[in-house]
C-alpha cells in the first residue's frame, strides 16, 4: 500500500466517500472533483474542473486555502463559505490533505467538506435563545434559584443574590438547607423545596441574623440535560411582618406579651377537642389581683403597667412549656392546664401561683405587694364548652376573692346558684330606678352642745316588690360593680337635695344633708359639673349640702382626690371624710386637702369604747378628737348608740354625733318629728331618748 494519494487511484475513491471532494493542483485549480461536490455548488463536474477554487469562496480565501503559501506545508481543517451557482451562500465544514508523487513530491491538496448551514442556523437560533434567556434570568426583578436534585444551588440570578446578601460564587457552594433557618425542613412545606414536589411554598431564609421570607413557585425541569429544580421567588419579608404584627395585635396583649383573650380562647376549644378524644381532663385557673387597683390608682399608670408585667413574667415562668397563660384584660390572667390527673394536683399548682405572686415585687426602688383570687374548673367535671367553663372559672374567683382575696376555690355547683341569684339582682337592680322603686331614709346628726339637730344623713333603700325591702349592704356592691351606682347616686343627689329644700320651703330651719360619694362616682369625670346641675335644679343653696368621701376611696389617688376637693369647695359645699380610721390613711394626709369640714370617725371605734384607760379604741377615739381638733376639722361620731358611748364623748369634745341612740334613719314622712322636736337634753340622757 502506497502511503501517498496519487492520480491512478482517486476516481476510485471519489464515488465511494460520503462526503464531497475534489482535488486542487498547487495553483488553486480545481483537478477533479465528485457529483456529491459537484451537485452542492449546482454545477456539472465539466463546468468546475480546470478552474480555481477561489472562485466559488465567498469573500477572502480561507486561510486553510493558503497551505501552498507556507514554507512547510500541511494538512488544514475549518470552517468555510461558498458561493452556490443560483447565488446562495452555504456554510461548510471542510478538512484540506496533501497529495504527493511516488516520490513524496507535493503535487496538489484533497479537500472533503460537508455542508453545515442548517446546523449553524439551529446553533446560532440556539444560542440566541440562550441569550435572550440569560438576559431574561439575569434582568428579571424575581429572584430566580435553580438547584439539582440533592438541593446544590447551580445557578442564580442577580435578583437572588440580592435578596440573599450574598455573591453568585459564594452561593453555588452551598445546600439549600444551608440558609434555612433551624428546624425549618421539619415543617410541613419544606419537601416542596427540598425533594422537587412543584407548587408555591413560602421559604424562611436566614441572612445575617434576620429572618426574609420568600414566595417560591417551584416546579422540576430538564436543563442542559440535567434534571434539576426551578424556584422563581418574590420577597414577602414585610408583607409577613405586618402581617405576623396584625396577628400579635389580634392574639397577643400589647403591654405584657402573653397571648389574649382571642388567643387563650382558641386554645381551650383545641384542648377540650383533645381531651374529649383521648378521654383526658384538663383544668383553667383565671386570676385576679386583688388591690391591684388601689396600687394603680395611687402609684399611677406606670408602675401599675410595670406591674402587670412582672405578674406575667413571673406566671409565664411558672407555667412553663406545654401550658397556657393569657392575660384577659385589666388584672385578669388565666392559665390553662391540659392533661390534668388528680384535683390535688391542681389545687397544688394554684397554691404555687398564690405563693409564687405573694413575693414582693420591686419597682421603681419600691417594693409592692400583690395577691390574688383564683377561680378553678376542670373539664368535664363543671363544663364541656369554652364558655361554660370560663363562665364557671369567673365564678369561682369571685367566691375567692369574698372570701378575702390571697386563695384559690374551685367551682362548685352550689356557687353557680349564688351567681345567678347576682345576676338576678342586678337584673333587677337596673330595672329599679325606671320602676321608682329607691327611696331615701334619713338620720339626724345632733349637735353635742346643744342637742339640736343640725344635720341629717340620707342613706338608700330598695323597696322590692317581691322581697321587700333590701339592705344597701346587699345591693350597693352589686350597684358599684356594675357601674348602675353611678345613676343611682344621681337620682341620691338629687332626691336629698329637692327633699331638703322642701322643708326648708314648708318654713323648717334649715339644715345640712349629707349624701354620700361613692368610688366609682368619684372617678366621673362629670362629676363636679353634675353636682352644679342638681344644686341648680333643686334651688338648694350649696352650704346645705355634705358630700361624704370615704377614706379609701378619698386615698387611691391622693393628687386626683386634691383636685376634686377644690373644685367642690368652690361650688360652696362642705366636704366630709367618712369611715375614717378603717384605710390606710393619716391625720397628716389631710393637711394636704384644700380646706375640709368634717371628720366622721366609724362606727367600729365607737362601738367599742369601753372607758377602760387601757382600752386600745378609747385611746384612738380619743387621739382623733384631738388631732381633729389641732386641724380645726368639725367630729362626728357615728354609730352612737348608748349612754356610755355618748358621755366618753362628749367629755371629749366631740362635736356632732349620729347613732341609734338619737334615731334609726327613716323615710322622709317620719324625718319631720325630729324637724319639730324639743333639742336633746345632753346633760340628762335617758333610754327613751332612743326612740325618736
Known amino acids: 500500500m502506497h502511503k501517498f494519494f496519487t492520480w491512478n487511484n482517486l476516481d476510485q475513491l471519489y464515488n465511494m466517500i460520503p462526503s464531497a471532494i475534489f482535488t486542487v493542483n498547487t495553483n488553486r485549480i480545481i483537478t477533479s472533483i465528485n457529483d456529491k461536490a459537484a451537485n452542492l455548488f449546482g454545477y456539472s463536474a465539466e463546468e468546475i474542473v480546470g478552474r480555481s477554487c477561489t472562485e466559488f469562496c465567498y469573500g477572502p480565501c480561507c486561510s486553510h486555502c493558503r497551505l501552498f503559501d507556507d514554507s512547510v506545508p500541511k494538512p488544514a481543517s475549518g470552517e468555510g463559505i461558498i458561493k452556490t451557482r443560483s447565488g446562495l451562500v452555504r456554510i461548510i465544514l471542510k478538512n484540506i490533505d496533501l497529495l504527493r508523487d511516488n516520490d513524496g513530491a507535493i503535487i496538489g491538496g484533497i479537500e472533503t467538506f460537508e455542508d453545515i448551514t442548517e446546523r449553524k442556523k439551529t446553533e446560532e437560533a440556539l444560542a440566541e435563545s440562550e441569550e435572550r434567556y440569560r438576559t431574561l434570568f439575569e434582568r428579571t426583578a424575581s429572584p430566580i434559584l435553580v438547584t439539582d436534585t440533592k438541593g446544590n444551588y447551580i445557578d442564580c440570578n442577580e435578583a437572588a443574590c440580592q435578596f440573599l446578601e450574598i455573591s453568585r460564587a459564594e452561593l453555588l457552594t452551598l445546600n439549600v438547607r444551608d440558609l434555612l433557618p433551624k428546624g425549618w425542613e421539619k415543617r410541613p412545606q419544606a419537601h416542596k423545596i427540598l425533594w422537587k414536589t412543584e407548587g408555591v411554598i413560602e421559604a424562611e431564609y436566614l441572612i445575617k441574623n434576620r429572618i426574609k421570607i420568600m414566595e417560591l413557585t417551584v416546579t422540576p425541569a430538564i436543563w442542559q440535560g440535567k434534571a434539576v429544580v426551578f424556584g422563581v421567588g418574590k420577597d414577602i419579608t414585610e408583607r409577613k411582618q405586618a402581617e405576623e404584627k396584625m396577628r400579635r395585635m389580634a392574639y397577643y396583649d400589647s403591654l405584657t406579651g402573653l397571648p389574649n383573650r382571642a388567643f387563650f380562647k382558641e386554645k381551650l376549644t383545641a384542648a377540650i377537642i383533645k381531651s374529649r378524644s383521648k378521654k383526658q381532663k384538663l383544668a383553667i385557673l383565671f386570676l385576679d389581683l386583688d388591690r391591684f387597683k388601689t396600687v394603680n390608682d395611687i402609684m399611677g399608670h406606670d408602675v401599675g403597667d410595670q406591674l402587670l408585667k412582672d405578674v406575667a413574667k413571673r406566671l409565664k415562668k411558672r407555667v412553663g412549656k406545654g401550658r397556657v397563660v393569657a392575660r384577659l384584660s385589666g388584672d385578669e390572667f388565666i392559665i390553662l392546664l391540659p392533661n390534668v390527673g388528680r384535683i390535688e394536683d391542681v389545687r397544688k399548682f394554684a397554691e404555687d401561683v398564690c405563693e409564687n405572686l405573694r413575693k414582693p415585687f420591686t419597682i421603681a426602688g419600691r417594693n409592692f405587694h400583690v ?20 363562665k364557671n372559672a369567673d365564678i369561682a374567683m369571685y367566691k375567692a376573692k369574698e372570701q378575702g382575696g390571697n386563695s384559690y376555690e374551685v367551682y362548685t355547683f352550689a356557687m353557680n346558684e349564688m351567681a345567678m341569684a347576682k345576676l338576678e339582682l342586678e337584673n333587677s337592680l337596673r330595672a329599679a330606678l325606671e320602676r321608682h322603686e329607691f327611696t331615701l331614709f334619713y338620720q339626724p346628726q345632733v349637735h353635742g ?53 322642701y322643708w326648708q320651703q314648708k318654713g323648717y330651719a334649715p339644715i345640712r344633708v349629707a349624701v354620700n360619694l361613692s368610688a366609682r362616682q368619684f372617678q366621673q369625670r362629670n362629676l363636679v359639673s353634675m353636682i352644679a346641675r342638681v344644686l341648680k335644679q333643686t334651688g338648694l343653696d350649696p352650704n346645705y349640702l355634705e358630700l361624704e368621701i370615704t377614706e379609701s376611696v378619698a386615698m387611691q389617688n391622693l393628687e386626683n382626690t386634691i383636685k376634686l376637693v377644690k373644685q367642690l369647695k368652690d361650688l360652696g359645699v362642705h366636704i366630709s371624710i367618712d369611715d375614717f380610721g378603717t384605710g390606710y390613711a393619716s391625720l397628716s394626709y389631710l393637711k394636704l386637702f384644700p380646706p375640709i369640714d368634717t371628720l366622721k370617725i366609724d362606727r367600729s371605734f365607737v362601738r367599742d369604747i369601753s372607758q377602760n384607760p387601757r382600752n386600745a379604741s378609747d385611746a384612738l377615739v380619743a387621739t382623733m378628737i384631738v388631732l381633729a381638733k389641732n386641724l380645726k376639722l368639725k367630729v362626728v361620731a357615728e354609730g352612737v348608740e348608748n349612754e356610755k358611748q355618748l358621755k366618753f364623748l362628749l367629755e371629749r369634745q366631740c362635736d356632732e354625733f349620729q347613732g341609734f341612740f338619737f334615731g334609726k334613719p327613716v323615710p322622709a314622712k317620719e324625718f319631720e318629728q325630729f324637724l319639730t322636736r324639743q333639742p336633746f337634753k345632753m346633760e340628762f340622757i335617758d333610754d327613751r331618748a332612743g326612740e325618736f
Not at 383570687?373 to 370560663?390: A, R
Not at 339640736?452 to 352589686?478: C, D, N, Q, T, Y
Request: glycine content about 10%.
Open 371 to 390: 395577691t390574688t383570687s383564683i377561680g378553678i374548673t376542670v373539664f368535664p367535671d363543671n363544663g364541656e364548652d369554652t364558655k361554660t367553663l370560663l
Open 449 to 501: 352642745m346643744t342637742g339640736e339637730i343640725v344635720g341629717m344623713e340620707a342613706l338608700i333603700r330598695w323597696k322590692h316588690p317581691e322581697k321587700g325591702l333590701i339592705s344597701p349592704a346587699e345591693f350597693i356592691p352589686v350597684a358599684e360593680e356594675t357601674g348602675l351606682i353611678v345613676p343611682i347616686g344621681e337620682w341620691v343627689l338629687y332626691t336629698a337635695c329637692m327633699q331638703n329644700k
